[in-house]
């Protein structure tokens, strides 16, 4: 492989990573000021937690060598030995570092639906067991050989477009979220308005970094390809971003007569979310269109939770796992060549709707059992009197803003 494509590799692998502060930058000035140490060590406790996991044994699993196959068996390199030592190990170590951030920030994300009343430790339960139980085994499915990679030969029809995580990150991360909302139940006054962003400039730098590095998250691969893709898939990421960004500014100003930076920077999040799968698959011009009906009815989608009454605090349902299912089913009439619309037929949906809520299924399923139970033995949820004093003192012993007085 040449340098200029490792170089690229290792570059993307750092954007990928970066991401997740980015989420902590994110979701830290969306919550109350009391909560924002809280919400930011949330996605810290899944990058160093999950980073280890991956290492020892989640790198071993996201592959498999059939698509009956659940899951890869987690010791048969137990630690990367092995890999380290191969003619190619170098390589292979890259490669497997640049799975590693996908699987840090998809549980980072999990984190925004619990804000304001989760354990920290119960947290790093949940996010271990979910990633070992839930995202290694669905990389395996979808980038790893597993069956919804093999989904299309099976069915004697195209096969499922999923370039960089519509399903294994988005949907996955949102059903688990709409899961843990449910088993943790409301916050104290739960009602729209409940709580406003403490720090706005806060969340304009995590968005802002969030799709800084987003061009590693969907043209990272290409190192892998020769970066035969790497212009259709920056340009698609570029443009869905900025229309769903000018989409869900224009719904908040016909819905609340004022358009928001909060607004903008959530728009920008439901656009890079609803192009994650389809990034090398469509024109620029159907990128465009993805992205503004991403925002607009991301905007919509998020008011979803007062109207049905769960609390996913940091509107992770409305944005990751409604864009992830917008973004991966649109593929289904737009997908260059295979797309109902570009030349295909219904094919390409098909395979397109039965990954995405396969996979919907199977990670709010495991995440509700898995929360529900740690909720019953230790403890999920922190007591309402902690919650209103000030999770960030009562869990972690710090405050956000430590003014001194004179």
């Known amino acids: 492989m040449d340098t200029g494509s490792i170089a690229w590799g290792l570059t993307a692998t750092a954007l990928v990573l970066f991401m997740t502060p980015g989420v902590a930058f994110f979701y830290g000035g969306l919550v109350k000021a009391k909560s924002v ?18 290492i020892l044994y989640g790198f071993n699993m996201s592959a498999v060598g059939s698509p009956t196959q659940f899951a890869g068996n987690p010791f048969s390199d137990f630690g990367l030995g092995q890999l380290a030592m191969g003619e190619t190990g170098s390589i292979d170590l890259l490669g497997a570092t640049y799975g590693a951030t996908f699987a840090i920030i ?29 995202y290694f085994p669905v990389a395996a499915w979808v ?8 989904l299309g030969e099976t069915l004697s029809l195209p096969g499922v477009i999923d370039y960089a995580g519509g399903t294994a990150v988005h949907i996955n991360a949102g059903a688990a979220a709409l899961a843990l909302a ?25 968005a802002s970094i969030l799709w800084f590095g987003w061009f590693g998250f969907n043209a990272g691969a290409e190192w892998l390809n020769g970066l035969a893709n ?13 229309a769903a960004i000018l989409a869900w500014m224009l719904v908040e100003k016909f819905k609340d007569g004022k358009a928001t930076s909060v607004g903008a920077a959530s728009g920008a999040v439901a656009g890079l979310v609803a192009i994650t799968p389809a990034c090398a698959n469509l024109e620029p011009g159907w990128a465009l269109l993805l992205g503004a009906v991403a925002g607009a009815v991301c905007a919509l989608a998020v008011e979803l939770k007062f109207k049905l009454g769960f609390d996913d605090s940091l509107d992770v349902v409305g944005i990751h796992l409604v864009g992830g299912i917008i973004g991966t089913l649109y593929l289904g009439f737009f997908a260059i060549g295979t797309g109902l619309f570009t030349g295909g037929d219904l094919g390409q949906l ?18 509700y059992l898995l929360g529900f139970a740690i909720e019953k033995t230790i403890g999920f949820r922190i007591k309402n009197e902690d919650e209103l004093a000030g999770i960030d003192t009562s869990v972690h012993g710090e405050e956000g803003y430590a003014l001194e007085r004179v």
């Open 106 to 134: 998809t549980v980072a994300l999990i984190s925004g639906a619990v804000a304001d009343r989760a354990k920290f430790g119960s947290w790093m339960i949940f996010a271990g067991v979910w990633a070992t139980l839930v």
């Open 37 to 54: 140490i809280s919400m930011m060590m949330m996605s810290f406790g899944a990058l160093g937690l999950i980073s280890v996991l991956w």
């Open 350 to 367: 098909a395979v397109q709707a039965i990954a995405a809520f396969s996979v919907l299924v199977y990670s709010f399923v495991i995440a």
């Open 230 to 242: 790497v212009g259709i898939i920056v340009v698609n990421t570029l443009g869905a971003t900025a």
């Open 143 to 150: 980038w790893g050989g597993g069956w919804i990679m093999k």
């Open 182 to 206: 449910l088993v943790l139940g409301k916050r104290v006054g739960f009602q729209k308005g409940i709580t406003k962003p403490h720090n706005v400039p806060l969340v304009l730098i995590g």
